[in-house]
């Protein structure tokens, strides 16, 4: 049974830091591609950030570029995503997504809200 | 950015009735659009990729259609668990988009 298990959420003050993590079980990560999804209270989904099966390539959102960093350790089956320079706009329910090998979000985790608080 | 637009922003059905969800790209993504379910307090599931190929244990209630620039979801009749939100996303260009959700509500 493919399982996204997400840890790391939580308050933290506006201008800290925070890291994300997203453990993975069930299938071979590092087949598959893994991406950040959030969603800020009462709104809707907002794509954050992907990487590649093998970690090679990245990408970001505008919103997160340059503050953001998504990572994965294929070792230990986990995804991360270290956060800085943290503010109110960032306060949402963030989510890590597995791709199905036509690049869709099939498999998705718990979500972990992170709020930032000024 | 390409951006998505849905509509309606709320449907308000009964159910056995018919849905009819609309996501508009900006620019032509092909047939690279992905429709995603989310139910109140739930992670969303993906229901429909690639502009219309259901995604595994999705009822065939759901269709999808389009390319280019026009999308639909259809449910033909609606069943009381598919009250929720419903999303669309692009994966044509960066940075990956949604749609801003078109909400089904119980009439």
């Known amino acids: 049974e493919v399982q996204l298990l997400q840890s790391g959420g939580g308050l933290v003050q506006s201008g800290g830091s925070l890291r994300l993590s997203c453990a993975a079980s069930?299938?071979?990560?590092?087949?598959?591609?893994m991406t950040w999804v959030r969603q800020a209270p009462g709104k809707g989904l907002e794509w954050v950030s992907t990487i590649t099966a093998d970690g090679d390539d990245t990408y970001y959102a505008d919103s997160g570029k340059g503050r953001f960093t998504i990572s994965r350790d294929n070792s230990k089956n986990t995804l991360y995503l270290q956060m800085n320079s943290l503010t109110a706009d960032d306060t949402a329910v963030y989510f890590c997504a597995r791709h199905d090998y036509g690049g869709w979000y099939d498999y998705w985790g718990q979500g972990t809200l992170i709020t930032v608080s000024s | 950015e390409i951006v998505l637009t849905q509509s309606p922003a709320t449907l308000s059905l009964s159910p056995g009735e018919r849905a009819t969800l609309s996501c508009r790209a900006s620019?032509?993504?092909?047939?690279?659009l992905a429709w995603y379910q989310q139910k109140a307090g739930q992670v969303p599931r993906l229901l429909i990729s690639d502009a219309s190929n259901r995604a595994t244990g999705i009822p065939g209630r759901f269709s999808g259609s389009g390319s280019g620039t026009d999308f639909t979801l259809t449910i033909t009749s609606l069943e009381p668990e598919d009250f929720a939100v419903y999303y669309c996303q692009q994966r044509s260009n960066w940075p990956r988009t949604f749609g801003q959700g078109t909400k089904v509500e119980i009439k």
């Open positions: 069930g299938f071979t990560f590092d087949r598959y591609a």
């Open positions: 620019q032509s993504v092909s047939t690279y």
